[in-house]
T-cell receptor, first 115, second 111 residues
Framework: NAGVTQTPKFRVLKTGQSMTLLCAQD?????MYWYRQDPGMGLRLIHY???????AKGEVPDGYNVSRLKKQNFLLGLESAAPSQTSVYFC??????????????FGSGTQLSVL | GQQLNQSPQSMFIQEGEDVSMNCTSS?????WLWYKQDPGEGPVLLIA?????ELTSNGRLTAQFGITRKDSFLNISASIPSDVGIYFC???????????FGKGTKLTVNP
């Protein structure tokens, strides 16, 4: 069972470079989310999607864009990376919104460093 | 946005000891969740609480939904080395509200 798969696992960027993080889930979940985790800050929601073709802003959306062209995939893009975007990024999915009655399934994370 | 105050930030304990951590807020929450994150992995749901006063166990873990609905507690009994990790509380105020996460409690268990 794959669950939620994130690629890549590690990436180093130079300031100003762009990149896309890919999240794929095989559970037919409607809802998908991107979080960032920083030391002492916990998990903060960047963007989320309530279904194919939809996206919405979370708590810290600036500097990021997302797309949900297919139900199983949720892409997180950084157009011009900044050192402040150095973080661990987690993708998650759920059957129902924010999954209080269902599990929120997380990927294993992407460690991104921006130099 | 809403804040969840999770304490302690970190704990260093000996194997076999019991552990207690808590999460508090100035606002009322309708749902409290506790997650565990193993090193290098994403968080995994441990316990979900839906009613004020509710006490729920999952093996050696017990969590409670505070009577005031502004706090929640997680206890781990007889800790073992595999309990190491970061424990997060999360809350939801209403059915359509976003989950809010605490900043985590990092647990280290010395054999």
């Amino acid at each position: 069972n794959a669950g939620v798969t994130q690629t890549p696992k590690f990436r180093v960027l130079k300031t100003g470079q762009s990149m896309t993080l890919l999240c794929a889930q095989d559970m037919n979940h409607e809802y998908m989310y991107w979080y960032r985790q920083d030391p002492g800050m916990g998990l903060r929601l960047i963007h989320y999607s309530v279904g194919e073709g939809t996206t919405a802003k979370g708590e810290v959306p600036d500097g990021y864009n997302v797309s949900r062209l297919k139900k199983q995939n949720f892409l997180l893009g950084l157009e011009s990376a900044a050192p402040s975007q150095t973080s661990v990024y987690f993708c998650a999915s759920s059957y129902s919104e924010f999954a209080t009655n269902e599990k929120l399934f997380f990927g294993s994370g992407t460690q991104l460093s921006v130099l | 946005g809403q804040q969840l105050n999770q304490s302690p930030q970190s704990m260093f304990i000996q194997e076999g000891e019991d552990v207690s951590m808590n999460c508090t807020s100035s606002s009322i929450f309708n749902t409290w969740l506790w997650y565990k994150q193993d090193p290098g992995e994403g968080p995994v749901l441990l316990i979900a609480l839906y009613k004020a006063g509710e006490l729920t166990s999952n093996g050696r873990l017990t969590a409670q939904f505070g009577i005031t609905r502004k706090d929640s507690f997680l206890n781990i009994s007889a800790s073992i080395p595999s309990d190491v990790g970061i424990y997060f509380c999360a809350g939801q105020q209403g059915g359509s509200e976003k989950l809010v996460f605490g900043k985590g409690t990092k647990l280290t268990v010395n054999p």
